[in-house]
């Protein structure tokens, strides 16, 4: 349970950031209580979508990893954000990703800092 929440939070920090960044992500609310509710709220979609989606993408498009010597990771990230603004739009969630090419600076925020935060905060078990 630690360790769901620790990644999370880590999610949570990560779009943030991207948010923060990333012209093309947006996130609205009417308070900062608001706010930071819908973004832990996208952090658990992204969560769901990264669990569930993810590895089926990633076995289907195994040949351009391959080909691409891992750089078509950020393609993956990016559409794993556009999906995680699809349904969060279809949720009534008010993040927004508004093209491509904002999911894949996106994207490649998002894993950096999720990275970092990884290292930072404890993780039980490992």
């Known amino acids: 349970m630690k360790?769901?929440?620790?990644?999370?939070l880590a999610n949570a920090v990560a779009l943030?950031?991207?948010?923060?960044?990333?012209?093309?992500?947006?996130l609205t609310g009417s308070s900062t209580g608001r706010k930071a509710l819908a973004l832990i709220v996208v952090a658990l979609i992204f969560g769901v979508v990264n669990w569930l989606v993810k590895p089926?993408?990633?076995?289907l498009s195994l040949p351009l990893y391959i080909l691409t010597l891992g750089l078509f990771t950020l393609v993956?990230?990016?559409?794993?954000?556009?999906?995680?603004?699809f349904v969060s739009s279809r949720l009534k969630v008010d993040f927004?990703?508004?093209?491509f090419w904002s999911a894949v600076i996106g994207g490649l925020i998002v894993s950096?800092?999720?990275w970092a935060m990884h290292l930072v905060l404890p993780d039980e078990g490992e």
């Open 3 to 8: 360790k769901f929440v620790v990644k999370t």
């Open 16 to 26: 943030g950031v991207a948010v923060w960044l990333v012209s093309g992500i947006t």
């Open 76 to 85: 993956v990230n990016a559409l794993m954000l556009l999906l995680t603004s």
């Open 96 to 99: 927004h990703v508004q093209s």
């Open 112 to 114: 950096i800092v999720a």
């Open 56 to 59: 089926v993408v990633k076995l």
